[in-house]
């Protein structure tokens, strides 16, 4: 049974350049959560998909953009990029409607910005 | 709004002590799930224990143990003679969702790093 898979596991970018990361979620899960963990710090919610549409949204700038396809997997998009975005991008999945179940976490993509 | 406080930032104790992680949390919702999960230095957030708002029943599984106190809006969990393989952070984190469709975000508090020593 594979668990929540991220790619890639690291990536370095400089500041103004765009950047993708992609998530499949656990089989049998149809939603897929982003959030993004600053060193030191818990994480902090992005958004969620479910159904190919954003749900909802965390406080976080246009800058940020998802897409979820048929199959559950999903990208995060991030334009223009700041000093300020570089962080450990975390993927999390569940099932609509089970929110007695704990979402289920990928390893992440540890992203840096020079 | 909701929001997660882990007051405490680091502790560190030796093998086999007990080990207690507090988590108060603030919510206006009536239903809502709290849980506790694991971050190694790999990264990867590992679920260790849930809790519903309407089940304030503390229970033992294994090593661990929690206490949830609605009238304190707490949600505190121990580590019974902790190993040094339970070092890592700990984060606690609060969902309360709105209706099928409203998702579950989890709002996370600030974490606290354990580290056992042998």
């Known amino acids: 049974d594979a668990g929540v898979t991220q790619s890639p596991t690291h990536l370095i970018k400089t500041r103004g350049q765009q950047v993708t990361l992609r998530c499949s979620p656990k089989?049998?899960?149809?939603?897929v959560s982003w959030y993004q963990q600053a060193l030191g710090q818990g994480p902090q919610f992005i958004f969620q998909y479910y159904e190919e549409e954003e749900r909802q949204r965390g406080n976080f700038p246009d800058r940020f953009s998802g897409h979820q396809f048929p199959n559950y997997s999903s990208e995060l998009n991030v334009n223009a990029l700041l000093l300020g975005d570089s962080a450990l991008y975390l993927c999390a999945s569940s099932r609509q409607g089970e929110w007695d179940q704990p979402q289920h976490f990928g390893d992440g993509t540890r992203l840096s910005i020079l | 709004a909701q929001k997660v406080t882990q007051a405490q930032t680091e502790i560190s104790v030796v093998e086999k002590e007990d080990v207690t992680l507090d988590c108060v949390y603030e919510t206006r919702d009536t239903t809502y799930y709290l849980f506790w999960y694991k971050q190694p230095p790999s990264g990867e957030l590992v679920f260790l224990i849930r809790?519903?708002?309407?089940?304030?029943q503390n229970e033992i599984s294994g090593r661990y143990s929690w206490n949830f106190q609605k009238s304190t809006s707490s949600f505190n969990f121990t580590i019974t003679a902790s190993q040094v393989v339970d070092s890592a952070v700990y984060f606690c984190?609060?969902?309360?969702?709105?209706?099928?469709?409203?998702?579950?975000?989890?709002?996370f508090g600030g974490g606290t790093r354990v580290l056992v020593k042998p």
């Open positions: 809790r519903n708002s309407f089940d304030e």
């Open positions: 984190a609060l969902s309360a969702p709105r209706g099928k469709a409203a998702g579950n975000k989890l709002t």
């Open positions: 089989s049998g899960h149809d939603t």
